[in-house]
C-alpha cells in the first residue's frame, strides 16, 4: 500500500533545487527510508537502486576510484540502467557497509552536481563516528522517524478527518463527538505505533493480535542488532539496559537500576549506543533561562523515550485491552505512554534537516519539587508543555515555571478538548504537533 509520509514532501523539494547536495537520511532501521525514497524514484525516468549489504561487489567498485562520473559508468554497465543527470535518482541503501562509499558522496556534490544522489543505512551514525569529516558542506542530512499521528490518520484512510485536524486552533476546535472519535483513533495509534510495517498491516486486516506479532518480530530484530554494534560490549547487559529504559520512562533515568550484572560506565556506554541505534531517545534536562534550550542542558539529567509506542507496550507486555477500554492512560505504566507519544510527536513534527532535541524542567528544593515534561522554542519565545494521561489534572508545575521564568504563556496537552485557563492553554494530545506549526 502508498503510505504517504511527510518527508515525501521534502524529497520532492529536494528533486527541484538548483543547488542540490546529495542527501544522507538518518534514522532507526525499519521506519520506512527506503519505501520513501523508491517512492520518489518513481518520478523519474530511471531509478537504481544499489545495496551493499546485497551485493558484496559494490564495496570493491567504490574503493578503487574516486572519479564519480567513470564510477557511475561502470554501475549503469552492471545494472543494465542508465546514469543521466536530471534523468537518475540513485540510490545507495546500506551505505554504512562502506565507509569509502560515505566519503565518495561529498564527490558526487563536487564534480557531479546534477545527478540526483540519495544514501541511506542502517546503524549509520556508528559509521559516522569514524567518519568525523566525511562531508562536511557537501552532503545533506535528513533526519527520519516512525510514522507520526497524522501519517497514521492518512493511512488508515481517515484523510477527511487528517484534513479537518491540520485547521484546529483554539478558537476551532472539534465537536465533541468528532473529538471522542480522534481520541479513540490516538489510543488505537498507542497501541499499534508508527512502525510501517504494523501500521501497513493494520490498515489491511484491521487485526491488533497480528500487529502484536510483528512488533514483537521487530523487538527481536533490534535486540539481534546488538550484537552489530556492540562487538566489545556484553549483548545480555545490553539488552538489560534496553528493557530498564522502558521501566523507567516517565522519570530521570537511573544508570545504577539499569545493569545488574555492569558497572555504571557501562550503563552509560550502553545507553548512548541505544541513542546512536535510534532506539533511545534522550530528553535533556534544561535550566530553561533563555534560548537557545541547549545552552543550559545537561546530560547528567536525562530522560530516555523508546523509539515508538508499539515497541514500548510490547516491551513492557502491556494490556492492550485496558487501553483501548480505558478513559485515560494512568491505567497503563503509570500514564507514562502519553508522555512518551507527546515527545514523539514532537520530534516527529519539526524539521528534518535537523536533529531535534527534546528538553524537560525540574525544580528540586528541600520539601518542594516541580517538574515540566517538555520545554520547546516556538518562534522566538520559551514554551513548556504539561503532559496528562487524562482529562484533568492541576498544573501547579507549570503554574510555578510560568512564575518563576516570567513567562507568559504554558500549554498542557491532554485528552481533553481544546481550552483556555488563564496563561494556560489547553491542546488535545492528537493536536500536539501544530505547537510545532
Known amino acids: 500500500m502508498n503510505i504517504k509520509r511527510k518527508i515525501d514532501t521534502d524529497l520532492l523539494n529536494w528533486k527541484s533545487e538548483k543547488e542540490r547536495k546529495p542527501l544522507l537520511i538518518r534514522g532507526a532501521r525499519q521506519i520506512g527510508k527506503s519505501y520513501s525514497v523508491r517512492n520518489l524514484g518513481k518520478v523519474f525516468e530511471y531509478y537504481l537502486e544499489l545495496n551493499f549489504e546485497k551485493d558484496e561487489r559494490l564495496i570493491n567498485i567504490f574503493e578503487r576510484s574516486n572519479d564519480v562520473k567513470q564510477l557511475c559508468n561502470t554501475l549503469a554497465l552492471m545494472y543494465n540502467t542508465p546514469i543521466i543527470a536530471g534523468k537518475t535518482l ?17 564527490y558526487f556534490y563536487e564534480d557531479y552536481p546534477d545527478l540526483h544522489v540519495i544514501s541511506a543505512g542502517s546503524l549509520l551514525e556508528f559509521a559516522l563516528e569514524d567518519l568525523p569529516m566525511y562531508g562536511v558542506g557537501r552532503i545533506r542530512s535528513i533526519f527520519m522517524y516512525p510514522l ?81 554494534y556492540a562487538k566489545k560490549f ?104 502519553a508522555e512518551q507519544y507527546a515527545g514523539l510527536e514532537l520530534l516527529k513534527s519539526s524539521s528534518c534537516y535537523f536533529p531535534a532535541s527534546l528538553y524537560y524542567w525540574q525544580r528540586e528544593k528541600s520539601g518542594s519539587s516541580a517538574e515540566v515534561d517538555y520545554i520547546i522554542q516556538r518562534k522566538s519565545m520559551v514554551l513548556p508543555i504539561e503532559v496528562k494521561s487524562g482529562t484533568q489534572g492541576k498544573m501547579q508545575s507549570l503554574r510555578l515555571f510560568l512564575k518563576e521564568k516570567n513567562l507568559p504563556l504554558g500549554v498542557r496537552t491532554s485528552l481533553e478538548n481544546f481550552a483556555t485557563y488563564d496563561n494556560i492553554e489547553v491542546y488535545p494530545l492528537y493536536a500536539i504537533s501544530l505547537l510545532n506549526e
Not at 540513485?90 to 561529498?106: C, H, M, N, Y
Not at 501500521?199 to 539481534?224: E, M, R, W
Open 90 to 106: 540513485l540510490f545507495l541503501d546500506e551505505i554504512q557497509i562502506s565507509p569509502k562509499a560515505v566519503k565518495t558522496l561529498r
Open 234 to 337: 556484553p549483548t545480555l547487559q545490553m539488552l538489560e539496559v534496553f528493557q530498564s529504559i522502558g521501566k523507567q520512562m516517565g522519570g530521570k533515568f537511573n544508570y545504577s537500576k539499569a545493569i545488574a550484572s555492569g558497572t555504571h560506565r557501562q550503563a552509560k556506554e550502553a545507553v548512548q549506543m541505544l541513542i546512536m541505534a535510534g532506539l533511545a531517545i534522550p530528553v535533556k534536562h534544561t535550566s530553561a533561562n533563555g534560548l537557545p534550550l541547549g545552552a543550559e542542558s545537561t546530560d547528567r539529567k536525562i530522560k530516555l523515550l523508546l523509539l515508538d509506542t508499539g515497541l514500548f507496550q510490547q516491551l513492557n507486555n502491556l494490556d492492550l485491552s485496558e487501553m483501548l477500554l480505558s478513559d485515560n492512560f494512568n491505567a497503563v505504566n503509570k500514564g507514562f505512554i
Open 148 to 228: 507520526s499521528f497524522d501519517e497514521f490518520l492518512g493511512a488508515i484512510g481517515e484523510d477527511i478527518l487528517l484534513d479537518a485536524k491540520k485547521q484546529l486552533s483554539a478558537t476551532n476546535s472539534f465537536p465533541d463527538e468528532i473529538h471522542k472519535k480522534t481520541n479513540e483513533l490516538l489510543k488505537l495509534f498507542l497501541l499499534i505505533g508508527g512502525m510501517p510495517k504494523v501500521v501497513a498491516y493494520y490498515a489491511k486486516y484491521k487485526d491488533l493480535l497480528g500487529c502484536a506479532k510483528i512488533l514483537k518480530d521487530l523487538l527481536v530484530a533490534y535486540q539481534d542488532d546488538f550484537r552489530k
